[in-house]
């Protein structure tokens, strides 16, 4: 703890009737708490003049760094609540390493973990009536972010820096039961390649996916899938998920770490699995080994995962030209890996790998 945090309370909090209607469905990413935090950072001061105050706008030098030259980083995370009325975040040191390595390759600040931990707590402390009731699936969704804000535009590391937290509550992804995405290949578009940005958690690959997004949207697919750069030939991840594929023989493969996002959902599901008596091999997977191992019944699953959906099933994969079926129904395993991480998530079982953290 060695932050010093202000607190200026906000002087127009939304009412209790109000956040009662928008918790009651809160979407995603749509209706902000009634603070956020702030700290700033120069090269002579390093971080200083940490506050939480009302959730507003910010002005910006339209010269500022971050809006010609991308300098971000950020990260998404949720607080939940339990059945006791306590409080939770799920790993947040690994929010907070994984910023830090970001915001290394991005050439920002380290902010330290303890400092990133304690921010995100002093925030849901402030805002906790915002954390949605136990047994709902609903959760706070924080979005920790670092952005370049010195006005200049010249090109080299900003020398200021706004490391910001807000937080948004957020609905139970899917509503009316789960149900398998059809994805769709991109052959034009990568993600990431060697020496690049992807393992980064940073605004400028979700840039870089809007358009495949786009191009998946009109063939009528949920979601794009991306395949390595060098050689178009393996699988890397969703826009902002990662992906696990089962074998009917029990064994899970999931692309191995370089130019993915490490996913925090992607290391928990490889322990998860590791317990239920699986195999897990992280390596590389090629695009004909899913088309082939799902036309043959050999591979029996395929999912999806990232902190905002936790788990989702994969159906249908299409690509120019041609589609493989999958099941239209969400396999055993992705179910059992699905509901053993909501409930630790939410309280509900025990916390056997000490992957929660208690705010409240
Ligand atoms: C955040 C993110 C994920 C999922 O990571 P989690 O830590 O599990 O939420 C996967 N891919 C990309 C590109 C991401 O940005």
Redesign the pocket.
Known sequence: MTLDISIVPSANPRTAAQVAEILADPGFGTYFTDHMFTVEWTPEKGWHDARITAYGPLTLDPATAVLHYAQETFE??KAYRHEDGSVWTFRPD??AE?MKRSSHRLALPVLEPEDFVQAVDALVAVDQRWVPEAGSEKSLYIRPFMIATEAFLGVRPSQHVTFMVIASPAGAYFKGGIKPLTLWLTEEYT?AGRGGMGAA?TGG??ASSLVAQQEATAQGCDQVVFLDGAEGKYVE??????MYFVFADGRIVTPATGT???????SAIIELAHQSGHKVEERLFSIDEWREGVASGEITEVFA????AVVTPVGTLKWEGGEVQGSTETGPLTQQIRQSLIDIQYGRSADEFHWMHRVL
């Open positions: 998404g995370m690994q929010n994984r993600r958690k690959n979700y991840e969703l826009g902002g998920m990662n993915i996002l490490e996913g925090i959902t992607r995962c990232g902190t905002a």
